[in-house]
């Protein structure tokens, strides 16, 4: 089932444009925020619009549930054509299937079946022909679609990629997002570890936590301080040592050993960056 969840496929979108992603990836992307909001206001179009009254045949709540209960039908059915793509793909690798030949297949049993919920609920009063309605849910389907495929989807698969890159640490048994942590402090058997708005104090060793982090993550100026990777850090010098003025106005000693080491880091990691320009010596 792996397998096919994460096997390619390949489809040709309405404007003719190829098309390609997983089922893992299409599930995923429609579980995001993004995509749930989207939806949410395309079945709230379809409500306010009601093109077929049915707002006024149908209980208020029966009303409001039954777009919902479409979309969720669409989407399953959508996701098992999928899963047999996914399996033909095995036997033909090259296939690429137009996705409104999908999409058709995908809205026969949630407009069938909703019509036929709508007709017991409404006890036979309401009776509109299938096949009115089938080609005006098509039609807005389809160019629905092609605007999530075009400009929502690429966005959201963006999101995703960042998220699953995202980094942590393991500090004292506890997981820490790395892209909210501004420095580390080494305090005796314990590590104070501050965040952009926070601060936490935990049972570590520096160099363990350290030893965790890559080096674009972050430097270590001196045996006692992590200081993460930021724009916003300002090298300057006071009394003839080295210091970095960090985004939360803290002041970073740097060990007069790894000064070239730490002007190197920030050469090389932060953009226009400049070296050691802030010289307070100077300015006395």
Known sequence: MNEICRRKLNFRDLTLSPLSFTVETYVAVHLHKRTLLFISLCLLTFYAADPFNTRDALPPVLGILIWPAAAVLFFAVYFNLFLAVSALTAIVPRLRIPMPLLGAIALLPPVYL???????????????????????????????????????????????????VKRELIVDGERIDLTKLLHIEAREHHVQLTFEDAHKLSRARLRDIVAQTQSEDGFQPHRSWWVARDPSITPLRRDGRMYLRLRDDTEVPVARTRIEDVQRWLDTHLEKQRPAQHDEDQRR
């Open 114 to 164: 909703c019509e036929a919920a709508v007709h017991l609920a409404t006890r036979g009063a309401y009776d509109l022909p299938i096949l009115p309605q089938l080609a005006y849910f098509y039609i807005a389907a389809q160019a629905l679609e092609t605007v999530f495929f075009k400009f929502i989807m690429p966005s959201v698969q963006a999101d995703l990629m960042r998220d699953a």
